[in-house]
């Protein structure tokens, strides 16, 4: 079958052995956007501490907004990928002026200084007044002026169902500066990244619009009763002001809506969930139906990976897709229900990996869209009762494919660097989730989850990365797993393993496997006898330095380690040939295996 689907220890070190330092900053905005004219004007006030043991002479913010204009950086690489980006419905050259987007700043200070600034897309390059030295902290202020382009990608106004404003990414926002030096990739519709911190949000607007978004609002009773079923008037005239904050969280986003219906339904551990659809009777029972559900993916993740760590969790109908923010999500709400609960599981997950393991996507993207693949697909297949043997097929059938494409590139590569979008897309997602699962094959479903539950608890709030989580997996499973992690990210090596033959002896019988990919693997191997019994054997890798227990109801035989040098390799079965039904390498399917053809033996 060939299918399926902050104390500096070292600078250079992230082992879990290690503290290692991450910057801070904390925000103070002031936005006034004008619903007719999708113009939005605002000030900002950083603090902003330098944990580094660098002085910094320089910083530098994103302007997302800038990236959604005829040439663009976005637009041109769109039209030089090696396929279409199917996350792309429109050619950016084709906007309009009222179609597009900017963001602009200006009167940019530094402890009340004006400073040099240099803008470049969506990068803008600060040269700071003052060098901020390790361990000091400086003031930044500036005025912003933006306007937001038709719905696009993630963000956007007036999507095609109906949602006015879509606004993610939306303000000058803070580059990360980390042990790899500055994060300034162009925006180019992929991936994020963010510095930690609080936010205080002041958002100003008609006052016949719902807002929904990031962090506790603040003014609920000067905005209506409960706000959730306040009156509004329908006069256009008038604004009202909306605060919120955001403690601990990388980003900030908000979707706003005259037509907004608002559902508080109780989460587990007193989480508020808040529920922001359309007046739309065709999706508003598939929106009532969801609420239930979301409580219970909740929970599940809460078990299996870490409690939940804010009090309010918003899922909010927007424009594009589906995209996870800090403390809520913007998902399209008119979607068959199966739907609905599959995008809503997803983006609820990530908020475990990615807004609270915060992994720089754009370096790391399959740690974020891989992890969430993962565990929302375990989660469906439990709360849905879907009672799926193989719930993650369609992860290995998406890898399989890509491994046999001729077009994958190794998991380490720039996610703004794929050559084909495709590409980016199967390994970010599938590749991603096939590394844990497969990581559960080695080590014991038992020990992946523990090694999770320890990821969790050791980097929230921080910024981990591919050699955090091996570290975690090798303290829980006592198994080495650098060759697992190279081999598997840092290269395109793929896993084909065959039952080369199978021998008549004196003794017994002798099983001759072959190694045919250059990834080294530990097997599992059944075997069946015509008499109905059934026994494994078990042949780690000499990388491992060390073994699996056994995960199988059967008796387990632990074979010498197969040598990662040697394509070639036996061992013996005490039972005659004639006595065997079947031998296969891995009956889980959780291996990998490119070509699965040759994986069996039968004695017919």
Known sequence: MKKLTLIVFSLFSTSILAQYWQQKVDYTMSVRLDTETAVYTGSQKLVYTNNSPETLKKIFYHL????????????????????????????????????????????????????????SGTILEV????????????????????????????AGKNSEEGVAFSMAQWYPKLSEYDVDGWNTDPYTGREFHGVWGNFDVKITLNKDFTVGGSGYLQNADEIGKGYSDRKRSKSKKGEITWHFIAPDVHDFTFAADPDYIHDIYPGPDNVDLHFFYKNDPEIIENWKKLQPITAELMEYFNDKIGPYPYKQYSVIQGGDGGMEYAMCTLITGGRKFGS??????????????????????????????????????????????????????NSYNGYLALANSGEEQPQT??????HFNNAYESTAYNKGAVFLSQLGYIIGNDKLFKALKAYYNEYKFKHPVPNDIR????????????????DWTQTTNKIDYAVESVVSQKSGT????????????????????????QEFYYVPITLMRGEKENPYDAPWNVEKDWSWSNPKYSFSIDRKKEDIDLIIIDPTYYMADVDRDNNTFTNE
């Open 471 to 486: 570290r975690i997996a090798e303290r829980v499973s006592g198994i080495q797993l650098r060759w697992y992690l190279t």
């Open 510 to 533: 002798q099983v001759n496997l072959k190694r045919i990919g250059l990834m080294p693997m530990p097997l599992d191997i059944l075997v069946r006898y015509k008499d109905g019994s």
């Open 127 to 154: 040269t700071l007044n003052e060098p901020l030295a390790s361990g000091q902290s400086t003031v930044l202020d500036l005025e912003f002026e933006g306007h937001v382009p038709d719905v696009i990608r993630r």
């Open 413 to 418: 590569t720039n996610a703004n660097r794929y």
């Open 340 to 393: 609905l609960v599959g995008v809503t599981a997803h983006e609820l997950a990530h908020s475990w990996f990615q807004f609270i393991l915060a992994t720089n996507e754009t370096k790391h993207e399959w740690m974020d869209e891989g992890f969430t693949t993962f565990i929302s697909t375990l989660a469906e297949n439990v709360v849905l009762k879907e009672n799926k043997i193989f719930p993650l097929m």
């Open 64 to 119: 997302y907004f800038n990236a959604f204009h005829p040439e663009s950086d976005m637009a041109i690489r769109l039209k030089n990928g090696g396929d279409k980006n199917r996350r792309f419905e429109i050619n950016l050259d084709t906007l309009s002026a009222d179609q597009s987007g900017y963001l602009k700043v200006s009167n940019l200070k530094q402890d009340g200084k004006l400073v040099q600034t240099k803008e």
